[in-house]
Nanobody, 122 residues
Framework: VQLQASGGGLVQAGDSLRLSCTVSERTGSRYGMGWFRQAPGKELEFVAAIGYFVGSIVYADAAKGRFTISRDGDKNTAYLQMDSLKPEDTAVYFC????????????????WGQGTQVTVSS
């Protein structure tokens, strides 16, 4: 199982970015997917998660109202639409996947992507 995250970049405060994460595997299994981020010198932080059943969505307080997580139908591709970005959103963003979990606890995810850098300038 491999996760490929993309979509990061350098933007100004108030701009938007859309991150994508695709799970590549051969069994046809479906995965819960989450986004986490880690700023320099800080611990890994939960951002948002979405279950295989679209109704299951969780956001961190810092993401509510500005970030939207979604997935591509029944495919193992998740998106994180980030609007009204702030300098404090600057971090490496990681996607994670698990066949049985789609919550906020990082240690519960089995698979992780390589991370994509998001930098928001003021």
């Amino acid at each position: 199982v491999q996760l490929q995250a993309s979509g990061g970049g350098l933007v100004q405060a108030g701009d938007s970015l859309r991150l994508s994460c695709t799970v590549s595997e051969r069994t046809g299994s479906r995965y819960g997917m989450g986004w986490f981020r880690q700023a320099p010198g800080k611990e890994l932080e939960f951002v948002a998660a979405i279950g295989y059943f679209v109704g299951s969505i969780v956001y961190a307080d810092a993401a509510k109202g500005r970030f939207t997580i979604s997935r591509d139908g029944d495919k193992n591709t998740a998106y994180l639409q980030m609007d009204s970005l702030k300098p404090e959103d600057t971090a490496v963003y990681f996607c994670a996947a698990d066949r049985y979990y789609s919550g906020s606890v990082s240690s519960q995810y089995m698979y992780w992507g390589q991370g994509t850098q998001v930098t928001v300038s003021s």
